[in-house]
C-alpha cells in the first residue's frame, strides 16, 4: 500500500532561511524547526561552545525532531538506520548516516555494540536517544560514559533508580511524593499477589516492575482476577522486558492521567514546566494530549510541580523527564512512574511555556548552566497534540475492537509541502516522520505525524485543532485521523470532561465514524450535489470556439436536478431530491433547494484539488474529494468519508427497469483483472485429483483441478501427498452441507479442505 499525505496552511515568513550568528562567529546555521518562532524564552545562543557532533540512536519523528534543532545550533548530525530505513526522511536530513543492520529492531535499532561502533566512526562527541528504543537503557548510557562520550540524557544512575517501579516508589516515598497506596516491594507469587491485593482492597492495578507502554499490567476486582492477572502478567513482563518482577497496588478507579515535565542540569538547578494531560488513551498508550490541563488549579499545579522537582532532586536528575500521576475526581494526585527520557508528546509543552526542550538537552548534556529560573518559565496559551497513526482498524481500532499497524509508503506529498519544507503557520505545527517515498513498514511504530496546535485558550486551540485534522490529507491506507477529529468536537471532551476511561464510555460500541444531524447530513448532500452540478456545467462548456453561439445556452444559468443519498450498508435509505443553480452565473455561488429550504454554497469548487473550501450558509467548510465517479462522489465531512449518490432526477426513472448486477461466485474461481490469453501455468506434473473446483491447503501449498496437476513449493512432501491421497480415497466421508473431506498433509500440519461433489 502506498498512503498519500499532505497539509496545506499559509507559509511561515521567512521558512527554511539561513540565519546567521553573532560577527564573531561567523557561521551560518539553518534553523528547519517547523515552530521556531514560539521559542522565545531561552533563544539559541550561537556564541555559546557546544558539540561538534551528535548521534542519533533512534528514527522517524524524534530523530528528525532532533536533527532540525541540532542544526538550528550548528551541530553536525549522524543518523542510524536498518536497511530498510535508508531512504527515511530522518536519514536524508542528517549529515552523515550509518546503516546498523536489518529491519528487525534487535537486530538493528537495540544493538548496542553496533550504535558505539557507529559512535566511533564518525566521531560522534555525544548520542541522543530519542524516546523508546535505548532511551532508558542504563547499560547503553553507562557503556556510553566509559568511552568518553556524552549521553544526551539523564546519568546512568538516575535512569536506574526510576526505571525499577519498585525502586522508584520507595524513592518517591522518601522524598516525600505522594503515593498510590501498594506494597512496596516484590510480589513473590499468585498467593501473594492476593494476601497483599486484599490487604489494599479491591480493586489492584498488578503490574510489572520494569514495564512501560501498558504491557504487564492487569487490573483485579477479586481474588479470581488476581491470580490470573499476576500469572498473565509476569509471563508478558518476561518477554517484553526480560524482568518478570511484580508489584501490586491500588487501583485508581476512572482517574485522570497528568505529568508534569522537569529540566534539570548538572549544577543544582531544577524546574517544572507545566503539566500536561494525558488521559484520552487507548490500551494505556496516548491518542491525544494537551497543555495545560483543565482540571488542574494553580495550587495543584504548583505542589505537583514541587514534588516532581522533589523527586528529580533525590536521584540527581540532569536532564529533561517527566514525572506521571493518577488524579482522582477530588483533585488527589498520586505518583505514578518516572519517565527519563523526551516524552512524545513534548512539542505541547515548548508551546505553552517556549522553550526547546532538545536545545536545553543538548546544552546540559554539554555542561552549561540552564539559563532560565523557575520564575522565567511562563504559560502562555493552550496546546493540543493529536498522533496521526497509519492503522488497519476493526471499528476504528477502541479498546476492545484490536488494531494493527499498516505496512505502505508515502506516494505524493507536494513538494511544496513535505519534510523541511512544509509550511506552517504559528498555530499549526506538524511533526513528520513520513515523506514522499517514505516506508510505513511493519516493524516499526506506525507514526505518519503528530499534529500540535497552539492558541490563546483552550476552545481556540481546540478549533485549530478541528480545523487542521480537516485540511489533512491521507490516500492509500487507512489511519485515525476521523477518530481524532470526531473526539474534537464531542460534548464530554469539549467541556474537559475526561477521563482514561472516555474512549470506551463515548464509544462504547466502538468508533463508527461521525453521525450526522439532520442539518449535517443536507449540508454534506447540497455540496456534493452543487460540485456535481459544477462538474456538468463545467463539461457542458465551449470555450475558444469560433462557432455561432446564439443556440447556445450557459450551462452556468441552468438548474440541475438531481436524487440525492447516502447509502448506508442493510439499511433503507431516503432519496432526497435537489436542485442545484448557480447565482448570477457565477461558478462559485451555488443556490440548493434542499427539503424544501434553499442553501448557498460557495466558494472555489475544483474538483481538482485534494482539498476544497466552501461556505455552507455562510459558515465555513473544508470538505475533500476521495473519489469521484458517474452518479457518485465520496466526501470527507469532518473526517468521515460519505459515499453520496448524486443521480440526475430522469436517470433514477430508469435505474429502475435495471437488472442488479449478478454477484459472482469467486470461491472457486481465480479471476483475471483484466481480459487476456494464459501464456504460461508454472507447475509441475505430479498426480491428478479429479474434482471440479479448485482446492487448496490453508498454508497455501498445494492447487488442483480436473484434468490439471498439483504441485508443491516443498519438494520433499511427494511421499506424503501420496499417502494423504491413498488415505483419502478409502476414508471418504460426508462433511456439512453434504460435502466429501478430504485430508491434505502439508509436512507439518494435516488440513481438512471440503470439496464440493
Known amino acids: 500500500m502506498r498512503v498519500l499525505a499532505c497539509v496545506r496552511f499559509a507559509a511561515h515568513k521567512g521558512f527554511g532561511q539561513v540565519r546567521l550568528a553573532s560577527a564573531s562567529a561567523q557561521k551560518k546555521y539553518v534553523d528547519l524547526r517547523e515552530d521556531r518562532a514560539i521559542y522565545t524564552t531561552d533563544p539559541i545562543n550561537y556564541d555559546e561552545p557546544k558539540f561538534d557532533k551528535i548521534l542519533i540512536a533512534n528514527r522517524g519523528e524524534i530523530a528528525c525532531r532532533v536533527i532540525k534543532t541540532a542544526r538550528a545550533m550548528g551541530i553536525k548530525t549522524v543518523a542510524v538506520h536498518s536497511d530498510v530505513d535508508s531512504n527515511s526522511l530522518h536519514v536524508r536530513l542528517a549529515d552523515e548516516a550509518v546503516c546498523v543492520g536489518p529491519a528487525p529492531t534487535n537486530q538493528s535499532y537495540l544493538r548496542v555494540d553496533k550504535i558505539l561502533q557507529a559512535v566511533k566512526d564518525t566521531g560522534a562527541q555525544a548520542v541522543h536517544p530519542g524516546y523508546g528504543f535505548l532511551s532508558e537503557n542504563t547499560h547503553f548510557a553507562a557503556d ?38 501498594g506494597y512496596d516491594g516484590e510480589i513473590a507469587d499468585e498467593d501473594m499477589c492476593v494476601k497483599v491485593a486484599n490487604q489494599i482492597g479491591y480493586p489492584v492495578m498488578i503490574k510489572a516492575s520494569a514495564g512501560g507502554g501498558g504491557k504487564g499490567m492487569r487490573i483485579a476486582w477479586n481474588d479470581k482476577e488476581a491470580r490470573e492477572g499476576y500469572s498473565l502478567s509476569k509471563r508478558e513482563a518476561a518477554s517484553s522486558f526480560g524482568d518478570d518482577r511484580m508489584l501490586v497496588e491500588k487501583f485508581i478507579d476512572n482517574p485522570r492521567h497528568i505529568e508534569m515535565q522537569v529540566l534539570c542540569d548538572k549544577h543544582d538547578n531544577y524546574l517544572w514546566l507545566n503539566e500536561r494531560e494525558c488521559s484520552i488513551q487507548r490500551r494505556n498508550q496516548k491518542v491525544i494530549e494537551e497543555a495545560p490541563s483543565s482540571f488542574v488549579t494553580p495550587e495543584m499545579r504548583r505542589a505537583m510541580g514541587e514534588q516532581s522537582v522533589q523527586l528529580a532532586r533525590a536521584v540527581g536528575y540532569d536532564s529533561a523527564g517527566t514525572v506521571e500521576f493518577l488524579v482522582d475526581g477530588k483533585r488527589n494526585f498520586y505518583f505514578l512512574e518516572m519517565n527519563t527520557r523526551l516524552q512524545v508528546e513534548h512539542p505541547i509543552t515548548e508551546s505553552i511555556t517556549g522553550i526547546d526542550i532538545v536545545q536545553q538537552m543538548l546544552r546540559v548534556s554539554y555542561g552549561h ?71 510505513i513498514s511493519i516493524y516499526y511504530d506506525p507514526l505518519i505525524c503528530k499534529l500540535v496546535t497552539h492558541g490563546k485558550d483552550r476552545a481556540t486551540a481546540l478549533a485549530r485543532m478541528r480545523d487542521a485534522l480537516d485540511g489533512y490529507v491521507i490516500r492509500g491506507v487507512t489511519h485515525n485521523i476521523p477518530l481524532l477529529r470526531d473526539i474534537c468536537q464531542e460534548k464530554r471532551f469539549n467541556e474537559g470532561n475526561i477521563t482514561t476511561k472516555y474512549l470506551p464510555e463515548v464509544y462504547p460500541e466502538g468508533f463508527q465514524g461521525a453521525s450526522l444531524t439532520q442539518e449535517e447530513e443536507e449540508t454534506v448532500l447540497s455540496m456534493a450535489a452543487a460540485l456535481n452540478a459544477r462538474k456538468i456545467a463545467r463539461s457542458k462548456q465551449f470555450k475558444n470556439q469560433t462557432r455561432q453561439q446564439s443556440t447556445y445556452v450557459d450551462p452556468y444559468k441552468m438548474t440541475f436536478k438531481f436524487v440525492t443519498e447516502i447509502p448506508v450498508e442493510d439499511e433503507e435509505t431516503t432519496k432526497i431530491p435537489v436542485a442545484v443553480s448557480f447565482e448570477n452565473g457565477n461558478e462559485k455561488e451555488a443556490r440548493v433547494t434542499i427539503n ?3 442553501m448557498s454554497i460557495s466558494g472555489d469548487m475544483n474538483l481538482a484539488q485534494p482539498i476544497i473550501d466552501l461556505k455552507a450558509n455562510g459558515k465555513g467548510v473544508t470538505t475533500q474529494i476521495v473519489n469521484k465517479k458517474a452518479g457518485e462522489i465520496t466526501v470527507v465531512y469532518k473526517g468521515t468519508n460519505f459515499k453520496v449518490k448524486v443521480l440526475p432526477e430522469h436517470a433514477v426513472d430508469y435505474i429502475k427497469h435495471m437488472k442488479p448486477k449478478p454477484k459472482v461466485d469467486l470461491s472457486s474461481v481465480v479471476l483475471s483483472p483484466m481480459p487476456g490469453a494464459i501464456k504460461n501455468v508454472a507447475v509441475k506434473v505430479e498426480l491428478l485429483i479429479p474434482f471440479p473446483s479448485i482446492i487448496s491447503s490453508s498454508s497455501g501449498g498445494r492447487y488442483g483441478e480436473r484434468g490439471t496437476a498439483i504441485d508443491c513449493d516443498r519438494s520433499n512432501e511427494d511421499a506424503e501427498w501420496t499417502s494423504c491421497w491413498k488415505d483419502w480415497q478409502g476414508k471418504e466421508k460426508e462433511g456439512e452441507g453434504g460435502d466429501r473431506m478430504m485430508s491434505v498433509i502439508t509436512g507439518e500440519e494435516c488440513h481438512c479442505l471440503g470439496v464440493p461433489d
Open 144 to 181: 556510553l560514559e566509559k568511552i568518553g562520550v556524552k549521553f544526551i540524557g539523564p546519568n546512568s544512575k538516575a535512569i536506574l533508580d526510576m526505571g525499577d517501579k519498585i525502586n522508584s516508589k520507595k524513592i518517591a516515598a522518601a522524598a516525600k511524593v505522594n503515593m498510590i497506596p
Open 369 to 439: 548552566k540552564l539559563n532560565i529560573t523557575q520564575k522565567d518559565v511562563p504559560l502562555q496559551g493552550w496546546a493540543f497534540e493529536s498522533r496521526v497513526y497509519a492503522e488497519v482498524r476493526k471499528e476504528e481500532g477502541l479498546e476492545g475492537k484490536g488494531s494493527s499497524s499498516l505496512a505502505g509508503s508515502v506516494q505524493g506529498i507536494r513538494s511544496s509541502l513535505c519534510g523541511s519544507s512544509l509550511p506552517i503557520r504559528r498555530a499549526h505545527s506538524y511533526r513528520w516522520s513520513q515523506i514522499e517515498g517514505s516506508e
Open 596 to 598: 424544501g429550504k434553499t
